[in-house]
């Protein structure tokens, strides 16, 4: 812990990352859309719309913050989450909500890549680039137990009101912003200066360094997951017969578990690799959804055990991975990259989703999921199995 506070530029960084997690109506937007009359297969377009949004703004973003500002994106990602946040708030129908989830989409394309490619930049400029493991590992656990308070405390204060955990996010990430100002803007070897030759450094990296297609391809396979469990949790517990304002410890459950998973990563990694760890793991969310497709409602209280280490390994290990493989003048961009495939497969899930949600059951839609997870990674496996194993190779 001593790691995350005992320099002046980690220590902003750390409590930016705390307050920046803290977002209270993560377990109660499905249901919040709900109660606003809106159908669950408009809710799903909503999301659709979202993964789009993300798409849209991911890449600009990303080569922004490599080729200016690191600082500056994290700011404008922060006010822009507040301004979602309002248009949440003020929403009376589905076109209303649009336009805010598309303002939150543009946060989170303007942070995504850039807020670790700015501790990683900083802490080579304070010559402690071997710290970034133990940092990250550490700070994860730390943010994933916050998050798992705020989740419980979210449903809550909808007693209250359905706006209440809104409006307590609005307030932290002001705070949030206030942090930011006190960073210092981490010092990159300018060795390219045009967006044209990020871009055009960045794809040729993607697609012809095997290892960085391979660690790509399978994040465009899990991270769109993570995703639909957020979301589809909240029917999903619903439908077994779980109080909303109970749905919180769920997600408390599933981030409890991750920080589990994310406190063990280092380990793990250190004694079966990268890629044994990530493939094995990605099996095991398969599997979780699998056991949600069941008809037997005492499987809800086994999915956040499940969920929740593999998705803190696999997060984990991605970030420390990924960081290590991509020179630094484009590692903000290439992980915006990386987040924009992601996203398209996202907006093509939820959409899908969209189309069947009314019309059959949840269940069903699960063991889909399920089916191709399994079927993808076996593939990507067969094809990358040598291309997934880092320990050899020369990280930057």
Known sequence: MSK???????????????????????????????????????????????????????????????????????IFSA???????????????IYHFIGGIIIIALSTASRSGADTAYIYDKLVELDRKEDFDEIMSKLGSVLLMVSAAVYVIGPFLTRFGMNI???????????????????????????????????????????????????IMLSIIIFPCFHVLTWLLQPYLELSKIKIEHFG??????????????????????????????????????IGFLLMSLQNNSMVYLIPIVMGISFGIYYTINSI???????????????????????????????????????????INFLFLSLYLIISLGVLFIFFRKDFDVSAKDME
């Not at 159908?39 to 377009?45: D, F, R």
């Not at 600009?60 to 994106?73: E, I, R």
């Not at 006010?79 to 129908?93: A, D, K, T």
């Open 4 to 74: 995350l506070f005992e320099t002046r530029d980690v220590r902003y960084f750390s409590l930016y990352s705390i307050f920046s997690c803290m977002v209270f109506e993560t377990p109660i937007v499905f249901m919040f859309l709900v109660n606003k009359g809106l159908k669950y297969s408009e809710i799903t377009y909503i999301f659709s719309v979202y993964a789009l949004a993300v798409i849209i703004f991911e890449y600009l973003t990303g080569v922004f913050a490599d080729k200016y500002s690191k600082k500056g994106v994290l």
């Open 79 to 93: 006010v822009s989450l507040i301004l979602g946040e309002i248009g949440f708030i003020l929403g009376e129908n």
């Open 165 to 215: 955990p809104f409006l307590c996010t609005i307030i932290f990430y002001t705070i949030a912003i206030v942090t930011l100002l006190k960073f210092n803007e981490p010092h990159i070897e300018k060795k390219e200066r045009s967006a044209k030759k990020i871009i055009k450094k960045s794809i040729v990296v993607a697609f012809n360094n095997k290892t960085v297609t391979a660690y």
């Open 249 to 286: 410890i769920f997600y408390a459950l599933i981030t409890i578990f991750q920080s589990l998973g994310t406190r063990v990563s280092a380990y793990l990694n250190r004694r079966y690799g990268s890629g044994k760890l990530l493939i094995s793991t990605s099996f095991m969310i398969a």
């Open 321 to 363: 991975v990924v960081n290590k493989i991509i020179q630094s003048e484009i590692r903000a961009s290439l992980l915006s990259l990386q987040h924009a495939f992601t996203k398209i497969l996202q907006m093509l899930m939820f959409a899908l989703i969209g189309l069947f949600i009314d019309r059959y059951p949840l269940r």
